[in-house]
């Protein structure tokens, strides 16, 4: 009997979750800095490359500034990184892994040329885009 209770505690014991060292990354930095009055950074940084550094400041009407910077590893080993801000204009990122637009066609440009400067003569148009004021 006390054989059988024995192997089923080993059996417990075998079965249960292990934790690995290699789950664990070290954080090789935090620092903080909380003035009270709405002025404050921090920079975070672990041993596997994660980094991240903001500094806030109060906006106007309550809002808050914030910028700074993100990186971490990718799986191909090179690290991506952002540049941002964010205040009354919104959240602004900058980065070479951001897709950007394609260049719009060279007729495109052209008619928002000749629109700008249908406006500039005094052209007007209503909601359903039809023109309703000429040249002068």
């Not at 009270?36 to 550094?53: P, S």
């Not at 903001?54 to 991506?80: K, Y």
């Not at 990184?81 to 066609?105: K, R, W």
Request: include cysteine; hydrophobic fraction near 35%; proline fraction near 6%.
């Amino acid at each position: 009997m006390q054989l059988v209770i024995f192997a089923c505690l080993a059996a417990v014991a075998l079965a249960a979750p292990q934790q690995r060292e290699a789950d664990f990354i070290d954080i090789i930095r935090d620092e903080r800095v909380d003035n009270g009055d709405g002025n404050y950074n921090f920079l975070f940084e672990t041993e596997n490359g994660i980094y991240q550094e903001v500094a806030g400041r109060p906006g106007d009407n309550g809002g808050q500034h914030m910028e700074g910077s993100f990186r971490f590893p990718l799986d191909d080993g090179t690290i991506a990184e952002v540049t941002f801000i964010a205040n009354e204009n919104g959240y602004v990122p900058q980065s070479d892994l951001i897709p950007t637009p394609h260049p719009l066609p060279e007729h495109v440009v052209e008619t928002l040329r000749l629109v700008d400067e249908l406006v500039r003569q005094g052209a007007t148009w209503d909601d359903q885009g039809t023109r309703v004021s000429r040249r002068k």
